[in-house]
C-alpha cells in the first residue's frame, strides 16, 4: 500500500523514556483512563431526569456510608489525628450544597449525566480553590478531586482506575501516571509491560515494576496522547524505549531478542541451590526485598538467602483504612514463618513523598520527599508506629526477625525510636505476649548526613542498610519521580560512590553489618563495584538475584578492590564509565 494511504494506525514511531523495569514485550497498547477527567457525557431525556436524580443522591449517599464507616472503624484504633482531620475536610466537601446540590442543578438545567455534570462542577470549585494565594487552600482543590473521584465510582460502579476486569498478558498499559498503590495490584493480574508519562527509574511504581518481572519504560512525556487503544508495542525495558506499530523485520529481531533473554533466564535457574561464593572464597549474602507476603514465593524460587526489606507500607496502601496490629502481625508472621529459618528484615513504614496514604504522609507540601516522610512520620504518629513495632515485635516469636527504620538523619531520631521499641515491648510484656527480647534495631542510610555523621549510628544503631534510591536522590538534589531529572540520577557519580564506599569501610572497620538495599544492589554492572567497596550483603527484587549470584561467583576480589579504589580517586565520569566496563570484562 502506498505510504500516504495507509490508515493512520499502522504509522510506526518510536518514544525515548528511561528504562524502569528490564525485558522486553511485544503487546497491544491498553489505556488507562484517570477515574474522573475521563467520564462519559451524554444526554438525558427529560422523562429521565428524576431518575438521573436518584442515581446522584444515591452515589452521595453510598460515598456518605463509606465515610461513616471509614470513621467508625477509625474509632477502635490508633489512627492519627492527621488521618481524622482529612476524613473532616472530605465529609465536610462532600456535604457542602456545592457538591451535594449543585451538580443536581447541572443535571437539570443541561440534561446531562450525573458523572459529568458532577465533574464539571470540580472543575469550577478546583479553579476557585487553584487561585488562592494561600498553600494550605490551594491544596485542598486536590481534595476536592478527591471526594469527586468518590462519587464517580460510585456512579460508574468502578473501584480502581485500573481497568481490573480487563487484565491481559498480551496488553501493555500505557497511562499517564500510575501510582505505587496501583502498580502492586498488578501483582494480582498479568500485564506484559507498563509505560507512562511521567516518574523515574527509581520511583516506587517503577521498583514494583522490577519485582513483578514485567518490563516497564516511563519518563515518555506524552505516550498516553500519542499511543492508541490497541496498537501494537515493543517495549524495551532495557533501553527505554516504546516503539509504537513496528514493521515486520523490527518485530522479528524484537522477538529474537526476547526468546534469547527468556532463554538465558532459563539456564540462570541452576544456581538457585548454589551458595554465593567469590573465587577467592569470600561468602556473599543475596537477599530479596519484597512488598507483601505473596513475594515469598519469587524469594524462594531464585534462592534468596533472605529478606533484606520487607517494605511494609505497602499494606498501607490502596486502602482506605489502616492496617491493624493484628492484621500487620499476621502479614509479618507469614514472612517470618515463610523464610524457614532464614533472616528476615522488616522495614517500619516508608510512607509520605510518592507512597501516599490518603490521610496519611499526604499534608500539603512543596517538597513531599523532604517532608514528612518515612520514620518523620512514624515519630510524628507515635501511637500507629508503636502499632506496627507491637506487631513486628509479637511476629519475632515466629522467625529470625530484624528491623529497620527508613531515613535516619540525626540523633534525635535514633534515640526516639529505641524508646518507642522499648515502649511496645513493654506493652507486649505486660499483655503476656513472647517476643525476641534480643531483637536488633538497624537503620537506613539514605541521606548524606548518615554518612557524614556514621560513627553515631554506628555507635547506636544494631546494623545499616544502605538504601541507595533515596541517597542518590537526596546527594544529587534528584527527585526520584520526577522525569524532567531522571537523566540527572546518577548511581556513578563520584560523590554517590564515595558516600556508599565511605558507609561500607566504616561498618567494616567498626564490626556492624551492612547492606545495600537500594537498587543499585540488582545493577549487574555494579556487583564487582560494591565488592570492591568492601560489601558482602546485598538486597534486591527476587528476580535480579541470580544475575547478581551469576557476578559474584566469577569475581576475584582482589580485582574488585583495586579498580574500586581507582575508581573512588576520579572525578571524571568517563574515566569511572572506561574503569567500571574494565572491571565488568575481566
Ligand atoms: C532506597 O531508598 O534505596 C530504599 C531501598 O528505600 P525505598 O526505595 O523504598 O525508598
Ligand atoms: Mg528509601
Redesign the pocket.
Known amino acids: 500500500m502506498n505510504a500516504l494511504l495507509e490508515p493512520l494506525h499502522t504509522i510506526s514511531f518510536v518514544l525515548h523514556g528511561v528504562a524502569a523495569a528490564p525485558g522486553i514485550a511485544i503487546a497491544h497498547a491498553q489505556l488507562v483512563s484517570h477515574a474522573t477527567l475521563e467520564v462519559a457525557h451524554y444526554d438525558i431525556a427529560e422523562a429521565d431526569l428524576p431518575a438521573e436524580l436518584a442515581r446522584f443522591d444515591a452515589a452521595i449517599a453510598a460515598v456518605r456510608a463509606e465515610f461513616e464507616a471509614m470513621h467508625e472503624k477509625m474509632k477502635g484504633e490508633a489512627a492519627p489525628a492527621e488521618f481524622a482531620a482529612f476524613l473532616d475536610v472530605h465529609w465536610m466537601i462532600l456535604t457542602d450544597i456545592q457538591i451535594s446540590r449543585e451538580p443536581k442543578r447541572i443535571i437539570e438545567a443541561d440534561r446531562c449525566n450525573a458523572e459529568w455534570a458532577v465533574t464539571q462542577q470540580m472543575r469550577t470549585l478546583v479553579e476557585q480553590f487553584e487561585a488562592f494565594e494561600d498553600p494550605y487552600l490551594r491544596e485542598r482543590a486536590h481534595d476536592v478531586v478527591q471526594v469527586v473521584e468518590r462519587i464517580v465510582k460510585a456512579l460508574t460502579g468502578t473501584s480502581s482506575a485500573i481497568p481490573v476486569g480487563n487484565r491481559n498478558e498480551a496488553a501493555a498499559l500505557v497511562a499517564h501516571d500510575i501510582s505505587p498503590a496501583d502498580a502492586i495490584h498488578f501483582k494480582d493480574g498479568a500485564f506484559a509491560a507498563f509505560v507512562t508519562d511521567v516518574g523515574g527509574a527509581?520511583s516506587?511504581t517503577s521498583?514494583v515494576a522490577r519485582s513483578l518481572g514485567i518490563p516497564a519504560v516511563v519518563a515518555l512525556h506524552n505516550a498516553r496522547s500519542l499511543i492508541r487503544e490497541g496498537e501494537q508495542l515493543i517495549i524495551d525495558g532495557d533501553n527505554g524505549l516504546v516503539i509504537v506499530n513496528p514493521d515486520q523485520q523490527v518485530l522479528a529481531e524484537y522477538a529474537l531478542r526476547r526468546d534469547s533473554q527468556r532463554l538465558e533466564a532459563q539456564k540462570l535457574r541452576r544456581l538457585v541451590a548454589m551458595p554465593a561464593v567469590t573465587l577467592d572464597g569470600t561468602a556473599v549474602a543475596l537477599n530479596a526485598?519484597i512488598e507483601l507476603p505473596g513475594d515469598l514465593e519469587a524469594c524462594h524460587a531464585n534462592g534468596a538467602d533472605g529478606v533484606g526489606?520487607f517494605?511494609t507500607e505497602f499494606l498501607f496502601l490502596h486502602r482506605d483504612d489502616l492496617p491493624s496490629e493484628d492484621e500487620q502481625f499476621e502479614a509479618y508472621r507469614t514472612v517470618a514463618e515463610g523464610m524457614i529459618g532464614k533472616p528476615v528484615t522488616i522495614?517500619t513504614f516508608?510512607l509520605g513523598a510518592d507512597k501516599r496514604m490518603a490521610g496519611l504522609g499526604d499534608r500539603p507540601s512543596e517538597n513531599p520527599a523532604l517532608g514528612l516522610r518515612a520514620i518523620r512520620l512514624c515519630l510524628a504518629e507515635p501511637q500507629l508506629f508503636l502499632t506496627q513495632l507491637r506487631a513486628i515485635l509479637r511476629a519475632s516469636a515466629y522467625g529470625r526477625l530484624q528491623i529497620l527504620v527508613?531515613m535516619l538523619a540525626n540523633a534525635t531520631e535514633i534515640a526516639q525510636t529505641f524508646a518507642l521499641v522499648e515502649r511496645a515491648k513493654a506493652d507486649l510484656r505486660a499483655r503476656g505476649q513472647p517476643y525476641d527480647a534480643a531483637i536488633k534495631v538497624g537503620g537506613?542510610i539514605?541521606v548524606p548526613a548518615s554518612v557524614l555523621a556514621i560513627g553515631y549510628f554506628l555507635d547506636r544503631l544494631d546494623f545499616l542498610?544502605?538504601?541507595?534510591?533515596?541517597?542518590i536522590?537526596y546527594t544529587l538534589a534528584i527527585d526520584r519521580t520526577d522525569d524532567a531529572v531522571a537523566h540527572m540520577y546518577d548511581p556513578l557519580h563520584p560523590a554517590v560512590l564515595r558516600l556508599v564506599a565511605q558507609a561500607i569501610r566504616a561498618a567494616a572497620r567498626a564490626g556492624k553489618p551492612i547492606a545495600v538495599?537500594?537498587?543499585v544492589a540488582g545493577e549487574v554492572r555494579l556487583t564487582r563495584l560494591l565488592l570492591g567497596f568492601g560489601l558482602t550483603n546485598f538486597s534486591m527484587h527476587p528476580s535480579r538475584l541470580l544475575e547478581v549470584k551469576q557476578r559474584v561467583l566469577t569475581a576475584n576480589l582482589a580485582d574488585c578492590e583495586s579498580f574500586a579504589n581507582r575508581i573512588l580517586k576520579s572525578d571524571e565520569p568517563e574515566r569511572i564509565a572506561a574503569l567500571l566496563a574494565k572491571l565488568n570484562t575481566l
Not at 542498610?465 to 541517597?471: A, K, P, R, V
Request: proline share 5%; aromatic share 0%.
Open positions: 527509581t516506587h521498583i526485598n526489606l517494605r522495614r516508608d527508613p537506613m539514605e542498610s544502605i538504601g541507595t534510591n533515596d541517597l536522590q538495599c537500594g537498587e
